[in-house]
């Protein structure tokens, strides 16, 4: 094994290592989202958490664009918040922040403890340009 390929071994072993938990997300609908082209919005929302980069699929032409993708997470730390935006993808210059929003996750790491992971929680978020 060379060591490029050797490192990348043990920083995985060691990300595993500290690895508490996969947090798997259903990034739902937007509603009434703001018009940042001509009549609409080609949004898409990309969620972050310590140094992981996810993001949903562009819906084009809508304010109410309904996404259902699931993502996962890999959660290392619970004190670490999970960061949501929302943008409208633009073809020729940078991509219009529509709004963001931060989770923190340890109230839900709380409810796994008591015993209540039958539990769907449902985190409404409500953006405002």
């Known amino acids: 094994?060379?060591?490029r390929q050797d490192r990348t071994v043990r920083a995985e072993e060691g990300a595993m290592e500290n690895l508490?938990?996969?947090l798997r997300l259903r990034v739902?609908?937007?509603i009434n989202l703001a018009i940042r082209?001509?009549?609409s919005s080609d949004s898409y929302v990309v969620v972050t958490m310590?140094?992981?980069k996810l993001k949903t699929r562009v819906i084009k032409d809508s304010?109410?664009?309904e996404w259902n993708d699931e993502l996962t997470l890999s959660i290392t730390d619970i004190n670490v918040p999970i960061n949501l935006a929302v943008y409208?993808?633009?073809t020729f210059t940078a991509d219009d922040k529509m709004g963001e929003a931060e989770i923190d996750i340890r109230p839900y790491v709380e409810c796994l403890r008591m015993g209540l992971d039958n539990l769907t929680l449902l985190y409404c978020l409500c953006l405002f340009s």
């Open 50 to 52: 310590a140094g992981q």
């Open 37 to 39: 082209d001509t009549r």
């Open 20 to 22: 508490l938990g996969l």
């Open 28 to 30: 739902r609908r937007g």
């Open 88 to 90: 409208d993808r633009d």
């Open 1 to 3: 094994m060379c060591q």
């Open 63 to 65: 304010c109410n664009p």
